[in-house]
């Protein structure tokens, strides 16, 4: 029998207890009270109570929602329920590369602005470049051994030296911070140039030349994004920088 979803009373089940406040309980609430419903709060106060209503409800987990008399279920079935997308684990997403690269270019805007009093600068578009870079390095870093598993799946220098793969991420973040800075250009240009040559082989040879279907591990060895234009786009703008940072420095000297 179809929901009656125009109804405006629910009944949830979750987790208040002492040590422990289901968080997604407290998300089910606030998504039925947004939603215009009348929620009726019933806590499960000990381990014993919540034992008793998974075997009462044949139910694994909770909270559980309970609408016009039928059960809705947790959490990402009630969102289901309101007509919202719940992400698969393994579906691929952009999601995390836009959050960085938007988040750069602010803040590469933020920078000219307090140096230059202005957001048109040549120097917010190096600021941009190198924070999306230090930004990328520091997804990498929080979990380096996942990373280097991953990259061993595409990177044609880490097939061939595999302790390649955890020196990476520590080469995109020295030579993102060193153009922050716009110092030690003889260090960051060649570093940035060389993971950037190695990485756009790489990548272009994986996708467009092998047409594998890979995970990207630009933001990191649990990423969902997919390889391709992402993770060649990365490489492509250190690669650049590499190349303007010494050429903007000798035509400045």
Request: proline share 3%.
């Amino acid at each position: 029998m179809a929901l009656d979803r125009n109804a405006k009373k629910a009944t949830l089940y979750r987790m208040v207890m002492p040590d422990h406040l289901c968080p997604y309980g407290l998300k089910s609430k606030d998504l039925l009270e947004r939603n215009g419903f009348d929620v009726e709060d019933r806590h499960l106060e000990t381990r014993e109570q919540t034992d008793a209503f998974k075997r009462q409800h044949r139910v694994e987990t909770t909270p559980q929602t309970f609408i016009d008399g039928q059960r809705i279920g947790g959490y990402d079935q009630l969102r289901e329920y309101f007509g919202e997308h719940v992400e698969n684990k393994d579906e691929t997403s952009y999601q995390p590369v836009i959050t960085i690269f938007s988040v750069a270019f602010l803040m590469a805007l933020a920078f000219s602005w307090a140096a230059f009093g202005t957001v048109l600068t040549i120097r917010a578009i190096e600021w941009f470049v190198a924070i999306s870079m230090t930004i990328l390095a520091v997804q990498k870093l929080q979990d380096v051994e996942s990373f280097s598993t991953m990259f061993l799946n595409y990177d044609l220098l880490a097939r061939r030296w595999v302790r390649y793969g955890y020196l990476y991420p520590f080469g995109e973040a020295l030579a993102g911070i060193l153009m922050i800075a716009g110092a030690l250009m003889w260090i960051a240009a060649p570093v940035a140039f060389f993971i950037g040559t190695i990485g756009a082989t790489s990548v272009f040879k994986a996708v467009y030349v092998d047409k594998r279907e890979l995970k990207c591990a630009c933001v990191g060895g649990s990423s969902n994004v997919p390889l391709g234009f992402v993770s060649l786009t990365e490489n492509l703008m250190m690669m650049a920088m590499a190349i303007w940072m010494p050429l903007k420095a000798f035509w400045a000297g």
